[in-house]
């Protein structure tokens, strides 16, 4: 996995030197309108060029740091879809398997399925049924400390994300407060209010917010899908730990 964030942030570092380095003379030309009147003809701009114009205009020192947060951003959301995803279980299925395993074999029987079967619930279910042998009470606990494991394995980054959702948007008004200050210190210069002064040092500061809320947006809509993911998996969890302590229960009075 550290390989993986390494790759990630490598090809970045590509990507932003790679864009600051594009042509100046392009950066330079005007790109306000997505339509451009060329030799009488509409020229339409495509979204990927209108995109990369701007992101040139907006300078590569904040806008940089705000890509970088959105490339590792995507890696983190990524890698805990997938692993969420490898996650889910179909817990009533495995419920019934370990019933029936319990019934047949005995205790033994029942951790070969929870062995056989991927995902947290199994876990704490053999967990649960290699304490059953000394007793219920022993069993529960069991299940409660590894629940608590597993949790901390689902969550694993996530906070890294909610870093990262916060940190784009600060950091684009800052770059918008920064070309701010710079444009009130040309018209401090200059000695006049001359507003084609100072435009399009405001324009360019004005960029980084935009990008920087734009991350943000993206990097919430993951970040909400794999709470609500955590969040179903462990209820789930917490179901499978009931049903779990009824069958060892009900297996102890047999």
Not at 27 to 54: I, N, P, W, Y
Not at 63 to 78: E, H, R, T
Not at 174 to 188: E, H, L, N, S
Request: aromatic share 6%; hydrophobic share 50%.
């Amino acid at each position: 996995m550290k390989k993986f964030f390494s790759i990630l942030a490598i090809a970045g570092a590509m990507t932003i030197t790679n864009i600051a380095n594009a042509n100046t003379a392009e950066a330079a030309v005007e790109t306000a309108a997505v339509e451009v009147v060329q030799e009488g003809a509409v020229v339409k701009t495509s979204f990927h060029q209108e995109l990369k114009d701007r992101f040139i205009q907006g300078g590569p020192e904040f806008m940089g740091i705000v890509l970088i947060c959105l490339i590792l951003g995507l890696a983190i959301a990524i890698e805990r879809i997938v692993f969420l995803n490898l996650s889910t279980s179909n817990t009533k299925k495995l419920q019934k398997n370990v019933s029936d395993a319990l019934a047949e074999g005995g205790i033994d029987a029942a951790k070969e399925v929870c062995k056989n079967t991927k995902g947290p619930v199994a876990s704490i279910y053999y967990q649960g049924l290699d304490r059953a042998d000394e007793s219920i009470e022993s069993a529960e606990k069991a299940v409660v400390a590894y629940g608590g494991v597993q949790m901390g394995q689902l969550e694993k980054n996530v906070s890294w994300l909610s870093l990262f959702i916060a940190l784009a948007p600060m950091l684009g008004f800052m770059g918008t407060v920064i070309g701010m200050i710079q444009a009130f210190d040309k018209i401090q210069s200059a000695g006049d209010m001359d507003p084609s002064l100072v435009a399009g040092g405001i324009k360019v500061a004005l960029l980084t917010t935009v990008f920087g809320l734009v991350v943000a947006i993206i990097l919430q809509i993951f970040y909400n899908y794999i709470v609500a993911k955590i969040d179903s998996i462990v209820n789930d969890m917490e179901d499978a730990s009931i049903s779990l302590i009824d069958l060892l229960v009900a297996n102890k009075k047999k």
